[in-house]
């Protein structure tokens, strides 16, 4: 404990001497602020690149991953507590990306050393922004039905078909991608896991609107796409092992939306739209509705800090992701539908600048997707109820 204390004791220092007091705000325009990185990525500010630059030289920006591949290098515990002083410094964090969240643990665990050492440095240092290659209109929930193919054509795969849902595959640079590389085999069988630059000839994308007005999926199309055979991860056919590692970071990267990110909080929210009577809240029952999703939310951290030293520890239990991905967007969904209930009719403001057009209303109407995205919340309860309780089938 004397050595955590003391490394505490330093990050507190190194946050206070090296986050910009612009990074320590609460977001004004969330999606406009966050720190995507990748190739054609513009900052929001001169603070925002800095902030980056620094968290990205020590590693920070994926601080458990070993240094020999850019990361921190962090054990477990010193990573909780670089976010605990990162949280009560107020500090944005430094890169948002999908290589951290998902794709780099899977490189790590199933790609080969050139792959790690071509990408994982690129992922820390925010240069190369990824997008996920899975859903496809006719492989949803059932997604070991996919059809987009891969034919083997000697020195490279030739890629045809079509990704949907595929999250800022517009802004991506690189996709990962899983494909049929053998139609012969059971379906959850001959599925291998690709990766390539989405600049490749024959790579297409398309914007997909959403009832929000706003939306980061697209529709994308592979039309005799050319991809190098050393960008397969794994074995050949075998890439839906790969698949199902990578979910359950997926799944446990959209249950942290059920923890309060870095804008206002639902307090403050309230507060300042009914008003506040002897410092409590006006409304008595939005006030006792707010502190029992903040208990919430606070068992939810915890119980998502304790996965992950059970994941480090090797006992986790496969399906726990499922757990922790149905919880948190239930949680999220609360909150946004609160924040709607404290903010009245000016909640249901959909253009101008006061509301940042319409940011409540569109930011709760795109919670409606968070229990379908990632395994609908149908599919994690099955999986809870068959995998983890031991429930009998129907």
């Not at 509705?289 to 304790?306: G, H, K």
Request: hydrophobic share 40%.
């Amino acid at each position: 404990m004397d050595q955590l204390d003391a490394f505490r004791a330093e990050t507190r220092a190194w946050l206070e001497a090296n986050c910009p007091a612009e990074m320590r705000k609460p977001f004004e325009d969330e999606e406009a602020e966050r720190c995507w990185g990748g190739r054609n990525f513009k900052f929001f500010s001169e603070a925002q690149r800095v902030w980056l630059e620094r968290m990205a030289a020590r590693g920070w920006t994926a601080p458990d991953w070993p240094s020999d591949y850019g990361g921190g290098g962090l054990s477990k515990a010193q990573t909780i507590v670089l976010r605990q002083e990162m949280r009560a410094l107020g500090c944005r964090s430094p890169l948002d990306s999908f290589g951290i969240w998902m794709l780099g643990p899977a490189l790590l665990k199933y790609g080969s050393e050139a792959q790690k050492r071509e990408h994982l440095p690129r992922i820390v240092r925010g240069e190369i922004r990824w997008c996920q290659g899975y859903s496809e209109p006719g492989a949803g929930s059932d997604l070991a039905s996919l059809q987009t193919k891969a034919e083997d054509k000697g020195d490279h795969f030739l890629v045809n078909g079509q990704k949907v849902w595929t999250s800022y595959a517009d802004k991506a640079d690189w996709i990962f991608c899983l494909v049929r590389t053998d139609f012969q085999a059971k379906k959850h069988e001959g599925i291998s896991f690709l990766l390539f630059d989405m600049t490749t000839p024959g790579v297409t994308t398309r914007p997909i609107l959403l009832i929000s007005g706003k939306s980061p999926f697209c529709e994308t199309f592979f039309d005799d796409v050319k991809v190098p055979k050393d960008n397969l991860v794994g074995v050949e056919n075998k890439g839906w092992e790969i698949a199902k590692y990578l979910l359950t970071h997926e799944r446990d990267m959209i249950g942290g939306m059920g923890l309060v990110g870095g804008g206002r909080s639902l307090g403050e929210i309230a507060a300042q739209s009914i008003g506040l009577e002897n410092g409590m809240l006006a409304d008595p029952i939005l006030r006792g509705d707010i502190a029992r999703l903040e208990a919430d939310t606070w068992a939810f951290q915890i119980a998502m800090e304790r996965a992950g030293d059970l994941a480090k520890a090797k006992q986790a239990h496969p399906a726990y992701s499922s757990f922790l991905k149905y919880y948190g967007t239930e949680l999220n969904k609360r909150r946004h539908e609160l924040t709607m209930s404290a903010l009245g009719a000016d909640g249901l403001e959909w253009e101008g600048a006061r509301s940042q057009d319409g940011e409540a209303a569109r930011a709760w109407l795109r919670t409606k997707a968070n229990s379908i995205e990632g395994g609908t919340s149908e599919v994690q309860l099955n999986i809870i109820a068959k995998r983890i309780l031991d429930l009998p089938g129907a």
